[in-house]
Nanobody
């Protein structure tokens, strides 16, 4: 069982930056694809970014966000720059063991473990 805990959300003005962190339990963190998703009020949860065998981003990120990971610390990060009001959402990290798997890392149903989410609010 893997437990994920996000932190780093908050209120920021448009154009500002935030760095989200997701701390994972377990000893095989390096085997996990770690993704970030978000859900705005009244909208479906959507893919943001993932660090699996490589990094992939949703089109709307457009070079503003960077996903990284520290396998020694069992942490995955999402650095968000040039934030816009439309980035306001609850951000979730999620993971699945990518070894021996052929899952689409941008799909919610690919992930086995989820954090509780952290709120990001961008004011205009």
């Amino acid at each position: 069982q893997v437990q994920l805990v996000e932190s780093g959300g908050g209120l920021v003005q448009a154009g500002g930056s935030l760095r989200l962190s997701c701390a994972a339990s377990g000893r095989t963190f390096n085997k996990y694809a770690m993704g970030w998703f978000r859900q705005a009020p009244g909208k479906e949860r959507e893919f943001v970014a993932v660090f699996s065998w490589s990094t992939y981003y949703a089109d709307f990120v457009a070079g503003r966000f960077t996903v990284s990971r520290d396998n020694a610390k069992n942490i995955v990060y999402l650095q968000m720059n040039s934030l816009k009001p439309e980035d306001t959402a609850v951000y979730y990290c999620a993971g699945y063991n990518m070894y021996g798997q052929n899952r689409q890392a941008n799909r919610i149903e690919s992930y086995d473990y989820w954090g509780q989410g952290t709120q990001v609010t961008v004011s205009s």
